[in-house]
């Protein structure tokens, strides 16, 4: 009898830790292989909070960015990402890729995170196995912001430029979040051009020669877990874009 209580007891135990990998309904996310070189996506905070609260009562807001174009090789996404003018309460914050962009200003028309393999947010992601997170969590898989400024710049194998398949992010948004996950502020994602002939003046254009190869945040606040990834796949694969239309119900009845 003790021996099986201690069995019983590990197996429970063993079940609690595999929890935190949960594999979405269309499985785990998928490495994008082929998104098309040299295309930049920016998206900049607007000057107004959508959440003012005591933080930005006076109005004002979070400042800041993520600009973003595929890898030199094609797998995956590098992002560069800026924050400052941060609240000084409701830390650490997140932010996340959005299924839709914002209307007006609007945060909550972008419904919730960008989860093409409707994996959901619970549990908390688990940075050591992107793969197994919703496609959209970047503060969950990269770090969260814990400082102002806040700088970083890290590569997503799992996100995609490559337009008409359901991990990418070109026509949707970003939010910035409260840990509590109230949202204090959200941008749309703009076509830019090419990284060797645009960018604004004052923003660094994305490099891949300042990401890691792992797709693991550097800089002020990036995350530096171990990680382990899945087979690569190209973004022109069926399950890339099946389930979509699933994704966008689950992610209307979900607002956070």
């Given at each position: 009898?003790?021996?099986?209580?201690?069995?019983?007891?590990?197996?429970?135990?063993?079940?609690?830790?595999?929890?935190?990998?949960?594999?979405?309904?269309?499985?785990?996310?998928?490495?994008?292989?082929?998104?098309?070189?040299?295309?930049?996506?920016?998206?900049?905070?607007?000057?107004?909070?959508?959440?003012?609260?005591?933080?930005?009562?006076?109005?004002?807001?979070?400042?800041?960015?993520?600009?973003?174009?595929?890898?030199?090789?094609?797998?995956?996404?590098?992002?560069?990402?800026?924050?400052?003018?941060?609240?000084?309460?409701?830390?650490?914050?997140?932010?996340?890729?959005?299924?839709?962009?914002g209307s007006n200003g609007n945060c909550t028309s972008t419904?919730?995170?960008?989860?093409?393999?409707?994996?959901?947010?619970?549990?908390?992601?688990?940075?050591?196995?992107?793969?197994?997170?919703?496609?959209?969590?970047?503060?969950?898989?990269?770090?969260?912001?814990?400082?102002?400024?806040?700088?970083?710049?890290?590569?997503?194998?799992?996100?995609?430029?490559?337009?008409?398949?359901?991990?990418?992010?070109?026509?949707?948004?970003?939010?910035?979040?409260?840990?509590?996950?109230?949202?204090?502020?959200?941008?749309?994602?703009?076509?830019?051009g090419h990284k060797d002939t645009c960018s604004p003046s004052?923003?660094?254009?994305?490099?891949?020669?300042?990401?890691?190869?792992?797709?693991?945040?550097?800089?002020?606040?990036?995350?530096?877990?171990?990680?382990?990834?899945?087979?690569?796949?190209?973004?022109?694969?069926?399950?890339?874009?099946?389930?979509?239309?699933?994704?966008?119900?689950?992610?209307?009845?979900?607002?956070?």
């Open positions: 009898m003790h021996f099986k209580s201690v069995t019983l007891m590990l197996a429970t135990a063993a079940m609690s830790v595999n929890a935190q990998e949960v594999t979405g309904q269309l499985g785990d996310a998928k490495i994008v292989t082929n998104n098309p070189a040299g295309v930049v996506y920016e998206a900049h905070l607007p000057e107004t909070a959508f959440t003012k609260g005591s933080a930005y009562a006076e109005g004002g807001n979070v400042k800041g960015f993520i600009s973003a174009t595929a890898s030199p090789d094609g797998v995956g996404v590098v992002f560069t990402v800026k924050f400052s003018n941060l609240p000084k309460e409701g830390g650490p914050f997140k932010y996340h890729l959005h299924a839709a962009p419904l919730a995170h960008l989860d093409p393999f409707l994996r959901g947010e619970n549990p908390p992601c688990n940075a050591s196995a992107p793969q197994s997170c919703e496609v959209g969590d970047l503060s969950g898989k990269h770090g969260e912001v814990k400082s102002d400024p806040f700088e970083a710049t890290y590569t997503d194998k799992f996100a995609s430029t490559h337009e008409g398949i359901g991990a990418f992010f070109g026509n949707r948004s970003f939010v910035f979040h409260y840990a509590n996950k109230t949202r204090i502020s959200c941008a749309n994602f703009v076509r830019k004052g923003h660094p254009k994305p490099s891949g020669s300042g990401s890691s190869p792992s797709g693991v945040a550097s800089g002020t606040g990036g995350a530096n877990p171990a990680q382990t990834s899945p087979p690569p796949i190209t973004a022109g694969a069926a399950t890339l874009s099946v389930g979509m239309a699933g994704f966008f119900a689950a992610a209307a009845a979900a607002l956070l």
